[in-house]
């Protein structure tokens, strides 16, 4: 089971590059997620999307746009780049559960973003 | 905004040492999550805590939830250098329709020496 996938793993950016950061989860889930991680903090959520068509803000959603057209993919787009948003991001899926008991979550490998 | 703040935030033992990391908040939880990361990869899953004074163990790591679903304890016997990596809690929320969105704590990083 290959589970979520991100690609790439590493990229470089110049400030004000646009790119796209690629998820897919084989694993059916409905809910999918994009967490950044800058060092020594923990995860912040940037999006999420409770199914397909359906997306919504995190806690810091600026500078991102995401869109969820399949149940599968869920990718995150930078459009101008700036060193604030160099980090390491993270997507992740997980089943609904109810009365907010948190399924748990299942991450990918995450993708190592530079921008300078 | 719910907050989890987790202690120690960088913790060095040598092997056979205990240790016990702390996640705690102001708000109360559903439910709490405990995932270990290690580098280049992303976290997962260690357990999951529901009911307030819950008790789990997972080999020689012990999990516990506060009785007023406030805070968490891991606690882990005569450590060893697999168990090196970065530990996060994460909690959710009670409102329901959240999009069953987790908070994370700032993660504690635990080094184990042999």
């Given at each position: 089971n290959a589970g979520v996938t991100q690609t790439p793993k590493f990229r470089i950016l110049k400030i004000g590059q646009s790119m796209t950061l690629q998820c897919t989860q084989d694993?059916?889930?409905n809910y999918m997620y994009w967490y950044r991680q800058d060092p020594g903090m923990g995860l912040k959520l940037i999006y999420y999307s409770v199914g397909a068509g359906i997306t919504d803000k995190g806690e810091v959603p600026n500078g991102y746009n995401v869109s969820r057209s399949t149940t599968e993919d869920f990718p995150l787009r930078l459009e101008l780049a700036a060193p604030s948003q160099t980090s390491v991001y993270f997507c992740a899926s997980s089943y609904p559960t109810g009365g907010g008991l948190g399924s748990p979550l299942h991450f990918g490998n995450g993708t190592r973003l530079t921008v300078t | 905004t719910q907050l989890l703040e987790q202690s120690p935030q960088f913790l060095s033992i040598q092997e056979g040492e205990n240790l016990t990391v702390y996640c705690n908040s102001s708000s109360v939880f559903s439910s709490l999550q405990w995932y270990r990361q290690e580098p280049g990869e992303g976290p997962v899953l260690l357990v999951t805590v529901v009911t307030g004074g819950e008790v789990k163990k997972l080999k020689r790591l012990t999990f516990q939830f506060g009785d007023a679903r406030k805070d968490s304890s891991l606690h882990i016997t005569a450590?060893?250098?697999?168990?090196t990596g970065l530990y996060l809690c994460a909690g959710s929320p009670?409102?329901?329709?959240?999009?069953?969105m987790l908070t994370f704590g700032g993660g504690t990083r635990l080094m184990v020496k042999p």
């Open positions: 694993m059916n889930h | 450590a060893q250098p697999g168990d009670r409102v329901i329709n959240a999009g069953n």
